[in-house]
């Protein structure tokens, strides 16, 4: 490529792709049925003119063959904080996988699931599920996070686990009374005999007291 031609191509981020990742541009141009250019002045232009019909969709799929993504990404990490599902609140750090605020951390993998689950152990059921909406929005928007898509899993697990235990204890409270019911008819023998019982006891109290 000739001097002048690499410095035209260094002048935007598409150009900028195109130059330092031009076979992959080619690939993707072809993907959309279109012959890529060998020169990277026509391919640029090429790239250009696609992500002008197809719009946001082309441009995603650019960034993505970015040559430092990497990089930036990392740089990213390891600058911002990210939105905390578990306390509602911007301080997960992703580089380190924890919550500045909170503690919490995501599950990263299989082998952790004690120790992942374990962290909900104080948090009441309403927390529990809130976070469980968090995660699920996040894991829609990210497909290919299997990881994610595990957390979800075993946190919709331990809300049905909770949730049968609620139901077994209510159920068990409801039964409790029904092992000892009684018929009118037997309540009022019960008071009848009590109070017999009573004046017995007062009549033999009695008797006791004209012997002494």
């Known amino acids: 490529m000739k001097q002048a031609e690499t410095h035209t191509l260094g002048q935007n981020r598409i150009d900028y792709i195109v130059y330092h990742n031009a076979s992959a541009v080619s690939h993707l141009l072809e993907q959309y049925g ?7 002045l026509h391919l640029a232009k090429a790239i250009k003119e696609l ?4 719009g946001r969709k082309v441009i995603k799929e650019l960034i993505q063959l970015h040559p430092d993504k990497e990089a ?30 909170c503690g919490h951390s995501n599950y990263s ?15 009441k059921d309403r927390e529990l599920e809130r976070y ?10 990210n497909p290919q996070d ?5 957390e979800v899993q075993m946190v919709w697990n331990e809300i049905r686990t909770r949730k049968l235990a609620l139901k077994k204890e209510e159920a068990t409270q409801t039964e409790a009374p029904k092992n ?3 018929t009118k008819d037997e309540l009022i023998l019960f008071g009848v005999v009590f109070i017999a019982g009573a004046l017995v006891g007062h009549g033999l ?7 002494k």
Do not use: H, W
Request: glycine share 4%; aromatic share 14%; proline share 2%.
């Open 109 to 123: 993998g299989t082998g952790d699931e004690d120790s992942f689950l374990s962290q909900f152990e104080n948090y």
């Open 72 to 101: 930036i990404l990392k740089l990213n990490m390891l600058k911002e904080d990210n939105f905390c599902g578990a306390c509602s609140n911007d301080s997960y750090n992703a580089e380190g996988n924890f919550c500045k605020a």
């Open 205 to 211: 109290k009695f008797n006791f007291s004209n012997v």
């Open 34 to 40: 279109f012959e890529a250019p060998k020169n990277p």
């Open 180 to 182: 000892f019911s009684i």
């Open 146 to 150: 299997k990881n994610l898509a595990q």
């Open 51 to 54: 992500t002008r019909k197809k």
């Open 132 to 141: 469980y909406q968090t995660i699920v929005k996040k894991s829609n928007a």
